[in-house]
């Protein structure tokens, strides 16, 4: 597609209960990125795959919080045993990733996740 | 640590005037910034960038300078349009040990006033 899409665009949850969340990236962009944004914050850095790799898990908040990319184009992040306080926007972004220049990241609209 | 802060979480611009939005950041590695706009309910929108290597960068309305010594960079638009306001993120990103992710500071929301 044109741009980055992210599925669903909202999901109530109830605490406890697991949840995915789908990111499709543009297509050609080798690299993508979760991000997550509470009310009132910045994009909070997640995790990024360079192919179907993770070059970079860092953010995950803890084991709770997995993500894959298992072909190299679309991710899913999955949450296990949700609380209150993953509550916030999931955005999906994917780039080009190439050295040269600003690593320009393109972001999908979110997924806005609620817990209750 | 917050490594990019964005010290000002609001500003309110007379349409016409210019508007600027300011970001101080920490890591003296960082090679590349970038500025983002966000309407609600929308993802991040791509900007304008600036390497580490200048001091300024221009691209219509919009334009970027970078303070290497004092670690700060700032965003002017001039004029400013009812339709620039919008959330303004600054992001940075330090390729050798951090690889392509963007390190984002936490907004500023501005306000263009008719």
């Known amino acids: 597609g044109a741009g980055v899409s992210q599925t669903p665009s909202n999901k109530v949850t109830e605490k406890g209960k697991y949840v995915e969340l789908r990111c499709d990236p543009i297509s050609g962009h080798t690299a993508l990125y979760w991000y997550r944004q509470s009310l009132g914050q910045g994009p909070e850095f997640l995790i990024y795959f360079q192919g179907t790799g993770a070059a970079d898990d860092s953010g995950l908040p803890n084991d709770r919080f997995f993500a894959v990319r298992p072909e190299g184009s679309v991710s899913t992040l999955k949450i296990q045993r949700t609380e209150r306080g993953d509550s916030a926007v999931y955005l999906c972004a994917s780039s080009l990733n190439e050295l040269s220049g600003a690593n320009v990241l393109t972001f999908g609209a979110g997924s806005r996740l609620t817990v209750l | 640590d917050q490594q990019v802060k964005q010290n000002s979480p609001s500003l309110s611009v007379q349409e016409g005037r210019i508007s600027i939005l300011n970001c101080d950041y920490t890591n003296s590695m960082f090679d590349y910034f970038l500025w983002y706009k966000k309407y609600p309910a929308e993802g991040p929108t791509f900007l304008i960038s600036?390497?580490?290597?200048?001091d300024k960068n221009e691209d219509g309305r919009f334009t970027v300078f970078l303070n290497k010594s004092a670690k700060h960079l700032s965003l002017h638009i001039v004029p400013s349009q009812p339709g620039d306001s919008a959330v303004y993120f600054c992001?940075?990103?330090?390729?050798?040990?951090?690889?392509?992710?963007?390190?984002f500071g936490q907004g500023t929301e501005l306000s263009v006033k008719p």
């Open positions: 992001a940075a990103s330090d390729w050798d040990n951090q690889g392509g992710k963007l390190i």
């Open positions: 600036i390497s580490s290597i200048k």
